[in-house]
């Protein structure tokens, strides 16, 4: 269901960039310091810049073409996990997290902690057996979905939308 697939840091010389490039899966960078600026395209062909620093991130989706720079004066650092799996766009969706909304800033201090702890852990054991790689990937996605709680899209259950059609039917 959730496969790492790499996994990395990077610290970067002024201005470095990375892209234009479109990934084959989902990619999530933590900016440990510094900052910088993450493009994309949105689904109306408009450039949106958006400008991170510490303790953010970003999240690239499958097929999105992104770019990313580093700041002149005060370059990032950050970590980054790519990785798929059967349920992670249910789990996106879920968190109101998509192409319209990459922006990764945290509400829960100890749950993004855990989160960038599991993404070093996945640095500090490249020898370790698969089943250690993907249980830290686990760890990692369990840590970004608490961390992001509060950001949650408003759901209605799947039931309220039956009701509704129901209603309309029955007048």
């Known amino acids: 269901d959730l496969m790492p697939y790499q996994y990395g840091r990077e610290v970067c010389a002024p201005a470095h960039a990375f892209g234009p490039a479109r990934r084959s899966h989902y990619l999530f960078h933590y900016i440990l310091s510094g900052s910088g600026v993450f493009t994309t395209i949105s689904d109306e062909g408009e450039r949106i810049d958006y400008p991170l620093h510490a303790h953010e991130g ?80 686990y760890r990692f996605i369990d840590g970004f979905a608490r961390s992001c709680i509060p950001y949650r899209a408003a759901q209605t259950g799947k039931l309220d939308g039956f009701y509704v059609d129901e209603a309309l039917a029955y007048i």
């Open 58 to 137: 970003f999240l690239i989706f499958p097929t999105q073409i992104t770019t990313y720079i580093a700041d002149m004066a005060d370059p990032w650092e950050y970590i980054w996990i790519e990785f798929d799996g059967v349920q992670v766009k249910s789990v996106l969706d879920n968190l109101g997290v998509s192409t319209a909304h990459p922006v990764y800033r945290a509400h829960d201090e100890a749950a993004r902690e855990d989160m960038a702890a599991s993404m070093r852990a996945l640095l500090d054991e490249r020898d370790a057996s698969p089943f250690a790689l993907v249980a830290d990937t």
